[in-house]
């Protein structure tokens, strides 16, 4: 199967500060990124998502930035929560009904 | 609320023998779905794009006959792991979306061969 990384980075921040995931993307083809966010034991839930035509996007607490040239793509989590404690995935994706690819995820851990 | 969801959620078995997971959509029709698979502390990993009406297309390394995939209405796929042994124990997730929005997946189902 196809996948991209195999062990989980991880990262600890204070309740109430920022968090930024990075994740780098392979194919330089894809046009559509999404970022999921993963608690332990469910499947993985939409956080955000950017089209290549972007380089910015906001929601509520989250920011996703596109960085075409490099080939990078962070998610940005505002004022983070204990609740925002889970394994985060960027995915990217190419035409319409092309398959998801998965990097391989970032354990975001907060302390209260 | 769920739009996809998966059943079982759980499933312990013995070695040698064939389970079957489904994958719904609840509210919409899916030509398309996918099944991944995850080990611990790892990203998932596309198994499988399951195809309504047609055959599933499998991913590098991946092997058809031992994971046989069945998507034979707009809201139903099914994956069924044969002859399952110690090594297969892992997470299976299923995914499905139209064309212009995000997948959406289930909660996954946890394989424990024994």
């Known amino acids: 199967g196809e996948s991209v990384g195999l062990h989980l980075p991880t990262l600890s921040v204070q309740e109430g500060d920022n968090s930024i995931i990075n994740c780098a993307y392979s194919?330089?083809?894809?046009?559509?990124f999404i970022w999921y966010k993963q608690e332990s034991g469910k499947g993985p839930q939409f956080i955000i998502d950017?089209?290549?035509?972007?380089d910015k996007r906001q929601g509520q607490r989250v920011t996703v930035l596109l960085n075409k040239t490099v080939k990078h793509l962070s998610l940005q989590i505002a004022a983070t929560q204990p609740g925002d404690s889970a394994v985060y995935f960027c995915?990217?994706?190419?035409?319409?009904?092309?398959?998801?690819?998965f990097g391989p995820g970032t354990s975001l851990s907060v302390i209260p | 609320g769920a739009v996809v969801s998966q059943h079982p959620s759980w499933v312990i078995c013995k070695s040698g023998t064939s389970v079957k997971i489904e994958c719904r959509s609840l509210d919409f029709q899916a030509t398309t779905m996918f099944w991944y698979r995850q080990f611990p502390k790892q990203s998932l990993m596309l198994m499988a794009t399951s195809n309504e009406g047609s055959k599933a297309t499998y991913e590098q390394g991946v092997e058809k006959d031992k994971f046989l995939i069945n998507h034979a209405s707009l809201t139903l796929s099914t994956l069924t792991v044969t002859s399952a042994h110690p090594e297969d124990s892992s997470f299976y997730i299923c995914?499905?979306?139209?064309?212009?929005?995000?997948?959406?997946f289930g909660d996954g189902t946890r394989l424990s061969i024994l």
């Open positions: 995915a990217e994706k190419g035409a319409s009904y092309d398959k998801v690819i």
């Open positions: 995914s499905a979306g139209d064309q212009n929005q995000p997948q959406h």
């Open positions: 950017i089209r290549s035509n972007m």
């Open positions: 194919n330089s083809a894809s046009d559509y």
